[in-house]
Structure formats: structure tokens, C-alpha cells
């Protein structure tokens, strides 16, 4: 089971910083991924975290603004969020998958999220 939270209302140009945090699921030993989806719109990737190197991929969208990282000890991975945008508004997921991380990112690109995941937390960023 996986637990989003740390999401609110924060007005433009301002900070979140969104946890993952893995119940009964050893996060160190899976890939990790962030995905959002807004009212209306299709689900996207977000920002994604391999397991084991520190490899990391971002959506253009967001890059330069979020900084995605763990901590195999307390078992969360995190999201910072800066400079956010009216458009980052949306419900943010995590999820995590030991597929390799070719295939993994590639469904992380296309906004497929895996069989682990749970439930998400609301971001609004409005003035």
C-alpha cells in the first residue's frame, strides 16, 4: 500500500513538498513514480525515481521547478514542489513497480500507472 500526502492550497509561485510513504512495501526495492491528473484531463508522469542508481526523469513541464528523492530509511519518496503553477493543479499519486526501469519508465511516460499505488493528494495552486 502506497500514501500520498502533503498536498493543499498554495498560491502561485509557492511550495509543496508531496511524501510517498510505502506501507508493508520496502520502498528501496522499487522503482517509484509521481503521476497527476487534473479534472478533465488524462493522467500524466509526473517525476520517477529508479530503486537503486538515483536515476531520476522528469516531465518537461516540470522540470527545474520539482526535485523528486528518497529515503530508503524512513521509506518515503518525496516530491518538492517550487514555483508552482495554476496548471500543476491536480490530484498527485505515487506509485511503484520492480519492473526494469526501461520498461517502467516507459509506462511512467505514458502515464500508466502500476498495480502498486494508492490513494492521492490534492494540490491547488490559486490566487
Known amino acids: 500500500q502506497l500514501q500520498a500526502s502533503g498536498g493543499g492550497l498554495v498560491q502561485p509561485g509557492g511550495s509543496l513538498t508531496l511524501s510517498c510513504a510505502g506501507s508493508g512495501l520496502r520502498m528501496g526495492n522499487y522503482h517509484i513514480g509521481w503521476f497527476r491528473q487534473a479534472s478533465g484531463k488524462e493522467r500524466e508522469g509526473v517525476s520517477c525515481?529508479?530503486?537503486?542508481?538515483?536515476?531520476?526523469d522528469y516531465a518537461d513541464s516540470v522540470k527545474g521547478r520539482f526535485t523528486i528523492s528518497r529515503s530508503n530509511l524512513k521509506n518515503t519518496v518525496t516530491l518538492q514542489m517550487n514555483n508552482l503553477k495554476p496548471e500543476d493543479t491536480a490530484v498527485y499519486y505515487c506509485d511503484a513497480d520492480i519492473q526494469t526501469w526501461t520498461y517502467y519508465s516507459s509506462s511512467y511516460s505514458e502515464g500508466r500507472m502500476s498495480k502498486y499505488w494508492g490513494q492521492g493528494t490534492q494540490v491547488t495552486v490559486s490566487s
Open positions: 525515481i529508479h530503486r537503486s542508481n538515483g536515476r531520476t
